[in-house]
């Protein structure tokens, strides 16, 4: 008993050890300016030590905020808002595992975000299985809590796309590159939405409601594959644009080969682009996403069938220099403007506009002591209307966020 508990304790000791003791890891970091969004799986620091087959990483993200809607705030607030893993290995030649676990809000949420099994037969030709990060738009892909100067994620990603959605599938993807341009494709067929986008107690279409359904890794609702595909491509001195689609059958249209109801469809497209001005080094992101969704003509038009939204982020840093013991630190200036609209369209009966819209801008200034780490202070000034019009709601307030990868 005494030498099991030896070996423990040896053992133990040297995995304290291999965590203070800096130099015993490598730190894998990639070059950025030959990097797409469809790279931001693997363009993350991993910790590797020795040839342990494994490499460890992730991020966490804390937040502080005091926000207000015409008037009545919840006070003072402190989020923990995610914790997140990453486990890599590389299994053999040209065959590599990624996973990414999610804890949001303090353990409350544990999601398996991305898990694959990738395999390298070509640089063009390569297969990916497990549960996949649906690349539509450039955000979901790359989403981690570090790369952006904004304590929330913008609203389109997480209200009008489900942010982080992912599934359960395979598909292909690969890159190439000649002289200043890349281009890069992916392509998969996996599990997807099912009928709660438009069945719900929110009372409108609602594509994020799908992500509370665990069941999509295991079976589909429609027993239809939902397909996403993605083209991008990147100029080193223009910067990158990414054309993407979404679509297949979302409904229980049958059960045990008895039909229930006609095949309905739901079809996303979306537009991102960012690039980083030479010299002044202002960087400017964003995405905007249109989605159609066939709903049935027995519901009220309170459930939209055309919705758009997306956002701008422009960033630009005023203050590079050794701050504070930090050799390479950076102060950035920070805005982002945001807008929704979850029901586009006229009611039948006036022909008056179908409102149920957000409009969002965020100020925010942000400290970089290196890369890895943002300190982001943002105040955001939203007007979000209801379905009928009614006077819109005013929401203002202060977000304070530390965000950082380990």
Do not use: C
């Not at 990414?242 to 109801?261: F, H, R």
């Not at 049935?296 to 919705?307: L, V």
């Not at 105040?379 to 990868?405: H, M």
């Amino acid at each position: 008993m005494k030498k099991r508990i030896t070996i423990v304790f040896v053992l133990l000791s040297a995995l304290s050890y291999s965590q203070i003791d800096s130099t015993l890891f490598k730190r894998t970091e990639k070059d950025s300016s030959l990097q797409l969004n469809m790279d931001a799986v693997y363009d993350r620091p991993f910790l590797s030590y020795g040839k342990f087959p494994v490499s460890l990483g992730g991020y966490a993200e804390v937040n502080w905020q005091h926000i207000g809607t015409d008037g009545v705030s919840e006070g003072h607030q402190f989020q923990m808002r995610r914790m997140t893993l990453f486990v890599a290995s590389t299994i053999s030649r040209k065959i590599k595992f990624l996973s990414e676990i999610e804890f949001e809000e303090g353990g409350k949420e544990i999601a398996i975000e991305f898990a694959s099994i990738d395999v390298e037969f070509h640089p063009l030709f390569n297969l990916r299985s497990g549960i996949i990060m649906n690349p539509i738009g450039a955000f979901n892909q790359n989403h981690d809590g570090p790369k952006w100067e904004f304590t929330d994620r913008p609203v389109s990603a997480v209200q009008l796309l489900p942010a982080t959605w992912s599934n359960a599938g395979f598909g292909l993807f690969g890159k190439t590159y000649k002289g200043d341009w890349m281009f890069g494709y992916e392509f998969y067929l996996s599990g997807g939405f099912d009928d709660e986008i438009i069945d719900n107690d929110l009372g409108k279409t609602f594509l994020p409601v799908s992500k509370d359904n665990p069941e999509r890794f295991t079976e589909s609702a429609s027993g239809r594959p939902l397909t996403t595909a993605k083209l991008a491509i990147r100029n080193k001195y223009v910067g990158e644009i990414g054309l993407s689609y979404m679509g297949g059958v979302y409904n229980t249209y049958q059960d045990d080969g008895i039909i229930l109801d006609d095949k309905r469809r739901l079809n996303v497209f979306a537009i991102d682009y960012n690039t980083t001005i030479p010299k002044i080094n202002t960087f400017i992101t964003g995405e905007f996403v249109w989605i159609h969704v066939e709903v049935p003509e027995s519901y009220t038009q309170q459930y939209g069938n055309m919705q758009h939204g997306g956002f701008i982020d422009v960033v630009q840093p005023v203050l590079q220099r050794k701050m504070f013991g930090w050799e390479d630190a950076t102060l950035n200036l920070a805005f982002r403007l945001e807008y929704v609209d979850w029901n586009v369209g006229k009611f039948d009966e006036t022909g008056g506009n179908i409102a149920d819209d957000l409009w969002s801008v965020m100020p925010a200034i942000s400290f970089r002591p290196s890369q890895q780490t943002v300190f982001r202070l943002n105040y955001r000034i939203q007007r979000q209307q209801d379905f009928l019009g009614n006077v819109p709601a005013n929401t203002a307030g202060f977000s304070f966020g530390i965000s950082s990868y380990f």
